[in-house]
C-alpha cells in the first residue's frame, strides 16, 4: 500500500521551493504553532480527531478547530466528556484517524501534607496550573495506559501528538520523554517527527542551591500507526 503521507509530502513540494521563511522547522516558541505545522504535514482530514487531555484548548487557536472528540480527567466545559484515570477511552477500535495528548508531567503529592514550608508554596503554585501525579509510578503506569489506548482507537495509518516533557521531583530526573518513546515503541507505534517547544519563561521557586538545569523545553513527538519499513530500526530489539 502506498504511503499517503509520502504522497502528501511530495505534493507540497511539487507547489514550488521552499525557503528558510516558510519551511516548516522543528523548533518553536508557540505550542499552536507546532501544532498547526504538524497537521499541515501529516493530516489530511479538516480537524483533529479526538483529544483526550482537552483541558481548556489552548491548543485550538488561530483557525485550528476543536476535535470532534473531547475527553478530559477534568472537564474544563459542558461537551468535555469525563474520562476515568484507569478506564479505556470510550470509542471502538479503529474508530479515529488522529488523537492529540498533552498527559501532566509533575510529580506532587496532591496534598500538603508533612511538607516543608517552601516545599508546600512551590506545590501550591503548581497544583494550580497543573495536574500531578504522585508517587512518580502514578505517573508510568498512566502514560503506558493511555498509549496503549491510543494505539486501540486508532486505524491503521492513524496518527498520534503526543506532548511531554522530562523533569525533577525531590531531586531526581524522571526521563518522561524517554520513556514515552520506549512505551511507544513497545506497542508498535512509529515515531515520524519532534517538534520542540520552547517556555519563554518558567515558574522559579526558592532554592538554596541549584542542582539541575532548569527545562525549558517540551516535545511534540508525532507517532503513525502503521508497519515498520525495513531500514527503520527497532531500538528496544538491542536490549532483547
Not at 139 to 152: F, G, T
Request: charged share 25%; hydrophobic share 40%.
Amino acid at each position: 500500500m502506498e504511503d499517503p503521507l509520502e504522497s502528501n509530502q511530495i505534493y507540497l513540494l511539487s507547489l514550488g521551493m521552499y525557503t528558510n521563511e516558510s519551511i516548516i522547522k522543528n523548533i518553536s516558541t508557540n505550542q499552536t504553532e507546532i501544532l498547526n505545522n504538524i497537521w499541515s504535514l501529516y493530516l489530511w482530514t479538516n480537524q483533529f480527531d479526538c483529544d483526550i487531555t482537552a483541558s481548556t484548548l489552548n491548543f485550538y487557536k488561530d483557525g485550528i478547530p476543536e476535535p470532534k472528540y473531547l475527553f478530559d480527567v477534568f472537564p474544563q466545559r459542558e461537551d468535555i466528556w469525563k474520562l476515568e484515570p484507569r478506564w479505556p477511552i470510550p470509542l471502538e477500535d479503529g474508530s479515529i484517524h488522529s488523537i492529540v495528548i498533552d498527559l501532566p508531567f509533575v510529580i506532587a503529592p496532591h496534598t500538603a501534607k508533612s511538607m516543608t514550608t517552601e516545599q508546600k508554596e512551590w506545590s501550591n503554585i503548581i497544583l494550580k496550573r497543573f495536574s500531578t501525579y504522585y508517587p512518580a509510578k502514578e505517573l508510568y503506569e498512566s502514560y503506558y495506559h493511555r498509549i496503549k489506548e491510543a494505539y486501540r482507537v486508532l486505524n491503521k495509518w492513524g496518527i498520534c501528538i503526543f506532548k511531554c516533557q522530562s523533569n525533577i521531583s525531590w531531586g531526581v530526573r524522571h526521563n518522561v520523554e524517554e520513556y514515552s518513546y520506549m512505551c511507544w515503541e513497545k506497542v508498535w507505534f512509529v515515531m515520524v517527527d519532534k517538534f520542540t517547544l520552547i517556555a519563554k519563561s518558567r515558574i522559579i521557586w526558592r532554592m538554596e542551591k541549584q542542582i539541575h538545569s532548569r527545562s525549558y523545553t517540551s516535545q511534540f513527538l508525532v507517532f503513525i500507526k502503521r508497519k515498520r519499513k525495513a531500514n527503520e530500526f527497532i531500538y528496544s530489539d538491542l536490549f532483547i
